[in-house]
């Protein structure tokens, strides 16, 4: 790499960092761990494991399915037990803290909270810039080394907001380890779009982008960092990233570039005004400028439900990516900068341009309703499936898209399985079979056991099932439809709790095709925008100032595909 | 080039102060990267304009996306001035910037890889197929919070229209925030609303929308 490290490999995963790679037994699975003493997050999985017969040594490597997943089989020597083979892990890859020109908090504010609200994986991600490429990325980290510590529930990650050339926001992160800083330092030197004042909507900008995304490759497989991912934020907000640009990242290195947030932070800016940001949810208000992607709508610029417009259209932008059979996840995070009702103020004195921070949060008394994020874990989560508590599974789980997302809690736990004959993969899995193969989606959810952060039971009304057709790539690389996509079944769930087994028959396999669930509190419904045969009812427009996020709750899976065998 | 007329006004919709058919329609572009630098020499023009009488102006922006990194640009119409006031008063507002070009009739004046993208704004402007309308004859009426009928009887808008799609046929409460960027599609002006507080509708453009973080390095 450029900056003249020659560390070698730590190849045995034994690295010398400040970094825990804990092993040690989960405790939400350890019965000498009483229940008052786990979090919230840990008591939801230890009541999915209770109520599914799972917890305790009998049930060792077992699935919920009653059927051994390959990776569960493999592990006989954890004792661990794992939903569907996995622990489900809660997390939240965009984060500011005082590095960022408009962040306030310590990397501990953050990182405790989300402990207390119960994730169990973050990213830190101040936004790339002339200050946090000087100063910053070097200055946070040993914040960070020292929240690995104090927080050893919550494992945090050094990443960075890249300005992504000729684009929007993406959050770029490493594995911890000696080089982190350094990679992402040179990174943020060379790549970052507003540090290299390439943030212009032009092609020469969108090769910088791609290019920063091979650097990443490179230290990867130099071995500077263990992993490293990228995924694109509030991609629609803007307009400015064009299909094209999206498909161009995805398939210059797709190990790195995986995907975009389904959903965006901020998701308490369209709480009413005088108690809230009376502003558009996810702070979605902007319109088309000269650097947005000319053909999308004026409806692109919204949020739906508290999602992004690429991912809440049935048939829309996403369908179309993963319609030509390549992977490409969604997540959901807080993009927590200034938290809504928050009563700390940025320290007196600060002087960001030059300092490159601001000085640490001071106590008044008076809420910010003005604010419209929400601390990690408080509202949005991205449930990954991890083979174990680390650094590195959490990647793998997140490059594999054994993800599902959900606001304000609405879900305990959730198992998603695609079965054909013998064969059967989770979230984010391609199950190939023979023409003409049966192919079943199972379903097993845990309603919400406890009250969320609004101190309201989360209730599930509906789960829908998305279809779409395999069509292979795409032609014009800014297709952003697809045809023969839909929901194909709702089941209705109203006032069902603790675990809801459903199963719905796919047919025969045909030419191949994907499958994804999003279901909701039933509370804000409307006729999707590709019309009632697509989506008889979706998530509904965020109202502008008028959109309380705790009374319109979603969850949305990460795709499986099946497809025939050639 | 010959001189663009607007020919396709619609007598029975283009009520309030609206265009007579002769309006000549012209063209400035000083590079404005940002819409809100856009619309402030779209109100440096319009004042200017109005200075000399002329209170029908019409100004809108266009992407241009030709001769240099894509960028808005301004296209200007009013009957009550002469060819050659307007042209001045482009000029004058032009002479403030580093660049700029500016397209009256076929006297154009800038740098030649910036001419293409004025005509095809002009064009748009004149089909009233494309273009994001900043001033508009009518719009001094719809102050405050209108109904979306006086939306349509009182300027030149033609319709109004949800976001999400679907024509507003009711009078609604529309609380203007006396920002309203109508957009000319297929010869109508239309005014797109979204759903907000209260019932009410609220244009689809922010006046001032959250800016990007990015801009604050």
Sequence with gaps: MSHGHSHGPDSDGHTHDHTHEVDALDPVLDLHVEDGALTQ???????????????????????????ASPAAAADTSSSRSRIGGYQWLAGDHHIHTQYSPDGQYRVIDHVQHANAFGLDWMVITDHGSAQHAKIGVEKVNPDIVAARDAVPGTLVFQGLEWNIPAAEHGTVFVHPGKNEVAVLKAFENNYDGVVTSTTASTSVNEAVAVSGLQYLAMAVANRDVKDALMFANHPARKGIDSPHEIRGWRDAEPTIAVGFEGAPGHQAAGLAAPFGPGSGRGFYDNSPTSASFPGYPLASYRTYGGFDWMTATVGGLWDSLLAEGKPWWITANSDSHQIWGDTSVRGAGSDFPVNGFYNDPEHTTVPVFGNGDFWPGYYSRTHVGAEDFTYAAVMRGLRAGRVWVDHGRLLSGLDVRLRAGEQEVPLGGVLTARRGTPVRLIIRILTAQFPNWSQALPKLAKVDVVRGKVTGPVSDRDTFTTPDTSVVTTFDVTGRTGVIELSYDLGALDDGFFVRLRGSDGNRLAVGLGG??????????????DADPWKDLWFYTNPMWALPRR | MSLPTISSIDQSTATGAGLLPSAPVAGLDVLSHSLRDADSVAHAVVH????????????????????HEPHHVLTVSATQVAMHELQDVLHEVGAGFDVASILVGSDYAGPPELRAGLEAAITSHVDQTGGRVVVFPGDHLLVGTVDTHQVTSQSDVDRVVLVTGGEVADARPLVTRNFLRPLWHDGDLVLHVQEAIGGTLVPFETPSPTPCCADHA
Excluded: C, K, N, Y
């Design chain 1, 41 to 67: 997050a840990q008591l939801g999985r230890r009541a999915f494991l209770r109520t599914a017969g799972l917890l305790g040594a009998g049930a060792a490597g077992m699935s919920i399915l009653g059927t």
């Design chain 1, 532 to 545: 009632a045969s697509i989506d008889p009812a979706g998530p509904a427009i965020d109202i502008v100032g």
């Design chain 2, 48 to 67: 200017r304009l109005h200075d000399l009488g002329a209170l029908d102006a019409l100004v809108a922006t266009h992407v241009v996306a030709t001769g």
